[in-house]
């Protein structure tokens, strides 16, 4: 390995052939971790559970990735991507997780490439097209606040590997929940545009709030922080008016097969292709 | 084979080789310094056995510190190594030792303050106090992204220097 300069670390081969690009094939996330699961656990559920955890943050994160190349400032887009990049960082260890509990031995590249979008548990919230970057900071604010109270909750989870990514993965998500906190602050409380933005941004997102807490009801927590948003930003509570439909149950919108197209289709089209 | 003295206990040389691997995206410190080398041990069978942690659930230079750890030991005579991945307790930027510290400073990157113990709650005040330069030492500084370049990092700026700095997040 060259100390000298890191991108010439990263143009050299490596016996192990380990690679940073993106494609399939990677190493195994949760290579040398101890992955019996114990007694006791029920192990359809756990894997059920990953899945649907590990498809709200695949989803999430190729809808945070469409703003590369398009974000508002080059810090913002920066901002996303990592945000992005942690999703699937935790995405990776549940699929993970989720093929060792079901006992199929799938990896990840099975669940993320090869089933359609009724397989897809994710909610719906997180499959909804970007919109602005109003609408993007507004799902991204509910988001992260439900998932880390949930998170929260599963560090005492008796699957250890589930309790670990939920303690690292809490951590990850405190940080994005400040981050689109303080925009949605600040384009509240910005100008009449960009509060008008706000505002409908909070009234598509609100439909959706119901099937969060049918998944995970975390409400009270998830409430707690949209107000405290909504009050410094001077910004109305949204409305809660439910659709119908659960992502949970399969039941999705027309905007996650188009999704799943872009993000399966070299993995499709060459199997087992590395790159 | 000669040595200089006596020779080490072999599980301490191995930790040895392991902790002078340095991180592939802070090539100023080691693994050791970064906190990411969480064991180092040797079985009877001989087989040295390297414990990691991932900073982030999304470090894509996880794969490629595994590979380093394992490389280096072979190239140090250790035909059997094991690479283990440890995720619990999950990582934190209080690991990062006093010399990695100081190792990032000299390099122009802010070293983390305190991590927050427990959960962290919302707050939409300015979050912490001014990180210091680690280039003239102002505390006349603001933050300018609240990410950069690698997971661990954040952007900042001094107004005193007006020079840009990265800063490690403490998590």
Known sequence: MSDDHVYLTLAEGHEDDTRWAYGTGFEDPLHGVDTTVPEGVDAAGLAAECVALADDALVGAQRLAEWITRAPELEEEVALANIGLDLLGQARLLYTRAGQADGTGRDEDAYAYFRDAADFRNVTLAELPGGDFAFTVVRLLVLSSWRLAHFRGLVDHPDPVLAAVAAKGAKELAYHRQYAAQWCVRLGDGTDESHRRMRAALEQVAPYLGELHTAHDVRDEVAADVRQVTDAAGLPLPVYRPRPGSGRAGEHTEHLAPLLTELQGIARAHPEATW | ?171
């Open chain 2, 1 to 171: 084979m000669v040595t200089a003295g006596p020779a080490l206990p072999d599980a301490h040389r191995a930790r040895r080789v392991a902790e002078r691997v340095p991180d592939p995206e802070l090539p100023m410190l080691t693994l050791a310094d970064l906190g990411v080398l969480r064991d180092v041990e040797t079985r009877a069978d001989g087989t040295v056995v390297a414990s990691l942690t991932p900073t982030y659930s999304g470090c894509p230079a996880m794969a490629e510190m595994r590979a380093d750890v394992a490389a280096r030991l072979r190239a140090a005579g250790y035909a059997r190594v094991e690479i283990r991945t440890v995720l619990d307790p999950p990582w934190t930027s209080d690991w990062i030792t006093e010399s990695g510290r100081r190792k990032l400073a000299e390099h122009g990157i802010a070293p983390p303050g305190r991590a927050p113990r427990g959960p962290v709650p919302l707050v939409l005040s300015p979050t912490r106090p001014a990180v210091p330069c680690p280039r003239c030492g102002s505390r006349e500084t603001e933050e300018t992204s609240r990410f950069a370049a690698t997971s661990c990092k954040a952007l900042w700026r001094c107004r005193a220097c007006r020079e840009p700095f990265e800063y490690v997040k403490e998590i």
